[in-house]
């Protein structure tokens, strides 16, 4: 065959004859300004690589920390600029052909991933609480990640003073792929998002430099339990692309209300199918679950929170949940709000065991990092009631209790790596014995913040129980309520025994010290402090932000 006769084939089959001209090729059009904090994060984490590269190893640790406050600044400054833009109410819409929502549950989510991330990050740069190795000052991260725990290597790492400033970068990453996540407006962007958060973490959680078996142990369980999660996740996107022709969430839910006009002749025989959509939108329903730590998706949290090093814990605990939920609101309002009836029970079940799992598991815990895990397990469930409300009511009072929530559990551990023993920190809970007597501050700071995980009133946690469980009652799940007051009450049991262990037990002699912080991990906890008193004697303005951002652009 000559090479015309090929050349005029290939031709014809692109559909286009050498006689008619090419069409042009369309651009795609991306609204860059709109999508300025996710750039900014993306960017600045790509310049820390470039800084662990090129930049001298004892300049490092100074520059990652100088770049990483900057960029989350700069990004919350840009998600407030857009919001005083009106991006958030009456300039909400679709933008990168049609892949982000720019809406207000999406710049409230944004900025609170942003604050709380900032706030953390401090943790994360804080270098005075363990006592100095061979002069250099140590981080709360091994000394080398690749040397084998125990090994000469590790040994000579240590005695060189390195750190392993890659953890500035990799949080950067993750903190790009949370703000996409509960932004994302098609089911791929959803998945590229959900990888691009948690591969980071994966990493994050297996760097601690004191009990590094333990911490890798964790990694590889959440990394494990990860994948499977991803591999739902993607099942339900492949089954829900196959019933609606789409992974458009518009389209989904225009197929779903039954009110799409055309129909792809390709898909015909699957298009509009109940059970790839019933068991596709389960599938999706059990990643984001799995990632919101809700039960029986939860048996990775008590062992990553144990393992992982405190700082991450805290990032972790507190931005993976604002981001996962923000997602699990958009599938559920805005995507399948027509399946509601079908939904609504099995959210109201997996709700209750979580509450009243996460409240009765935490009772028998004897280590303080557990303890919080189970913790965090019964607020999913406390937030999951606001979710099942099907209100604008539902969405607001969900988007507040994340912004309260977020800020006690990063104060929370950073008081946690305060108190530490010749092994580093003392998380058993017999060496927190006493510790009022011993340091009255740190436990008056633990103690607002265990009152706030338990909903007592003046603190963010009653302001937000109340708020979510006023929008369950008023969106016909009084049930719930009931369930959550019952589950409120069993975890302040635990809450109050560890204030009164740290005020009314006599302190052992060879218990743990309270190591002195730098004024990073003291900004990180006043601000937690802070948060926690303002949003409990003055919830108003908040609770109306959050009402003002609380409507999904469809």
Request: with cysteine; glycine share 10%.
């Amino acid at each position: 065959m000559s090479a015309t006769a090929v050349h005029s084939l290939w031709t014809m089959v692109g559909g286009v004859t050498s006689a008619a001209p090419a069409e042009k090729f369309k651009a795609p059009v991306i609204e860059y300004a709109q999508l300025t904090p996710v750039l900014i994060v993306i960017g600045v984490a790509v310049v820390g690589v470039l800084v662990e590269a090129f930049v001298p190893r004892r300049s490092r640790y100074y520059t990652q920390v100088f770049l990483t406050v900057v960029a989350l600044a700069a990004a919350f400054a840009a998600v407030v600029g857009l919001a005083a833009g009106g991006y958030g109410t009456t300039k909400a819409h679709i933008a990168a052909m049609g892949a982000l929502a720019i809406d207000g549950p999406t710049l409230f989510l944004q900025g609170t991933i942003l604050l709380t991330s900032l706030v953390a990050v401090f943790t994360f740069a804080e270098r005075r609480l363990d006592p100095a190795a061979h002069g250099n000052r140590v981080d709360s991260f091994a000394a080398q990640a690749a040397s084998v725990p125990g090994s000469d290597s590790e040994k000579a790492a240590v005695k060189a003073g390195f750190t392993t400033t890659e953890v500035f970068p990799l949080v950067l990453f993750s903190v790009a792929g949370m703000l996409v996540f509960p932004a994302a407006n098609d089911l791929l962007t959803l998945f590229v998002a959900l990888e691009v958060f948690s591969l980071p973490l994966y990493l994050l959680c297996a760097v601690a430099r004191r009990k590094r078996l333990m911490s890798q142990e964790a990694a590889v369980k959440y990394f494990l339990l990860g994948a499977f999660s991803s591999a739902f996740l993607l099942f339900g996107i492949a089954l829900l692309y196959g019933y609606a022709g789409s992974v458009s969430y518009a389209t989904i839910a225009n197929v779903v209300d039954g009110s799409v006009t055309r129909i792809d002749p390709a898909l015909a025989d699957t298009m509009g199918n109940d059970v790839l959509l019933l068991i596709g939108g389960a599938m999706i329903l059990t990643g984001l679950l799995f990632k919101v730590g809700a039960v029986p998706f939860h048996m990775w949290t008590p062992d990553v929170y144990q393992g992982a090093p405190t700082p991450v814990t805290g990032f972790m605990a507190a931005a993976t949940k604002v981001a996962a939920f923000g997602a699990l609101l958009r599938l559920l309002y805005v995507v399948l709000p027509g399946l509601a009836w079908d939904w609504r029970p099995v959210m109201w079940a997996v709700a209750i065991v979580t509450m009243l799992g996460g409240a009765i598991v935490a009772i028998t815990q004897t280590d303080i990092k557990r303890l919080l895990a189970y913790s965090s397990i019964a607020h999913a469930g406390f937030i999951l009631a606001g979710v099942i409300a099907t209100t604008p009511e539902g969405i607001s009072s969900v988007l507040f209790y994340l912004g309260a929530y977020s800020f006690v559990t990063v104060g929370a551990f950073a008081v946690v790596t305060l108190v530490r023993d010749a092994g580093g920190e003392a998380t058993h809970l017999s060496k927190w014995a006493g510790l009022g007597r011993r340091s009255p501050l740190v436990a008056a700071v633990f103690a607002v913040f265990l009152l706030a995980f338990a909903g007592i009133p003046l603190t963010s946690g009653f302001s937000g129980k109340f708020a979510v469980f006023k929008a369950a009652a008023d969106g016909g799940a009084g049930g719930l309520v009931v369930v959550g007051v019952i589950s409120s009450a069993i975890a302040a049991f635990f809450y109050i025994r560890v204030i009164v262990l740290m005020f009314f037990s006599e302190p052992k002699a060879d218990g743990p010290t309270v190591a002195v912080p730098s004024p990073l991990t003291m900004t990180t906890i006043a601000v937690g402090v802070a948060v926690t008193l303002v949003l409990g004697l003055a919830p108003q303005y908040f609770l109306d932000l959050a009402g003002q951002a609380g409507v999904f652009v469809r």
